[in-house]
Nanobody, 123 residues
Framework: QVQLVESGGDSVQAGGSLRLSCSAS????????MGWFRQAPGKEREGVAG??????YYADSVKGRFTTSRDNAKNTVYLQMSSLTPEDTAMYYC??????????????????WGQGTQVTVSS
């Protein structure tokens, strides 16, 4: 049974930083594609970052501010967020899929999802 558990969400002021973590179990972590998504109230869930093997991908809105990395020994993927703005306020989710086909940002391709962690950025 695959389980993803996010942590690290918090309330911060604009310009601040946060690091989200997503711990995975029940899956061969080094072989899965991991994605970070977010959903703000009244908006659709959107891709933020993805990690497939040695490759990483980012939405244009977070390039240069967010960095995703993975520690395969700890079965954990991270999302380091800096220069946060109120527009980054959302519930953040990590997701996993065992294939690398298709776009990293395609929500429909991800089979496993965490429960989410809330990030709130105040101005």
């Amino acid at each position: 049974q695959v389980q993803l558990v996010e942590s690290g969400g918090d309330s911060v002021q604009a310009g601040g930083s946060l690091r989200l973590s997503c711990s995975a179990s029940g899956v061969t972590f080094s072989t899965v594609r991991m994605g970070w998504f977010r959903q703000a109230p009244g908006k659709e869930r959107e891709g933020v970052a993805g990690a497939s093997g040695p490759w990483t991908y980012y939405a244009d809105s977070v390039k240069g501010r967010f960095t995703t990395s993975r520690d395969n020994a700890k079965n954990t993927v991270y999302l380091q967020m800096s220069s946060l703005t109120p527009e980054d306020t959302a519930m953040y989710y990590c997701a996993a899929v065992t294939t690398y086909s298709g776009s990293w940002s395609d929500l429909g391709r991800y089979k496993y999802w965490g429960q989410g962690t809330q990030v709130t950025v105040s101005s």
